[in-house]
C-alpha cells in the first residue's frame, strides 16, 4: 500500500510565504503526477499545481509567479512553495499522487492517492 504524509501550512499574514511538503511511502514503483489541490468553504476542491514525470509543471492562473511546485524523485516527496500569499488563497491544500505500487506478488499495480489535508490560512 501507499501512504501519503502532508506538512507545512498554518497562518500566514497577507506577502508572507508558506511551504508544504507530501511524502509518498510504501511499496512504491514509480510516480507519474503529483499534485496540489485546494478547497476554500463552500467552494469545489480545485487544482492548484502539478508536476509530471518527465519534469513538467503547470500551476492554475490563480497562482502563476507566486507558487511553484517541485518534486524530489529520491524521496518520493513534493513540495508547494506558496509566496506573496493572498486571503483568497485561504483553504484546505491536499496533495494527490498517482503511479504504481508493487504488490506482493511482484506484479505492478496502478494506484492513486490523496494527503490527509492541511489548513492554510492567511489573515491579518
Known amino acids: 500500500q501507499v501512504q501519503l504524509v502532508q506538512s507545512g501550512g498554518g497562518l500566514a499574514q497577507p506577502g508572507e510565504s508558506l511551504r508544504l511538503s507530501c511524502a509518498a511511502s510504501?511499496?512504491?514503483?514509480?510516480?507519474?503526477?503529483m499534485e496540489w489541490y485546494r478547497q476554500a468553504p463552500e467552494k469545489q476542491r480545485e487544482l492548484v499545481a502539478r508536476?509530471?514525470?518527465?519534469?513538467?509543471?503547470n500551476l492554475a492562473d490563480a497562482v502563476k509567479g507566486r507558487f511553484t511546485i517541485s518534486r524530489d524523485n529520491a524521496k518520493n516527496t513534493v513540495y508547494l512553495q506558496m509566496n506573496s500569499l493572498k486571503s483568497e488563497d485561504t483553504a484546505v491544500y491536499y496533495c494527490?499522487?498517482?503511479?504504481?505500487?508493487?504488490?506482493?506478488?511482484?506484479?505492478?499495480?496502478?494506484?492513486?492517492?490523496w494527503g490527509q489535508g492541511t489548513q492554510v490560512t492567511v489573515s491579518t
Open positions: 494527490y499522487v498517482e503511479g504504481y505500487r508493487t504488490t506482493a506478488f511482484g506484479s505492478r499495480r496502478f494506484f492513486s492517492d
Open positions: 510504501g511499496s512504491i514503483a514509480s510516480i507519474n503526477a
Open positions: 508536476s509530471g514525470s518527465g519534469g513538467e509543471t
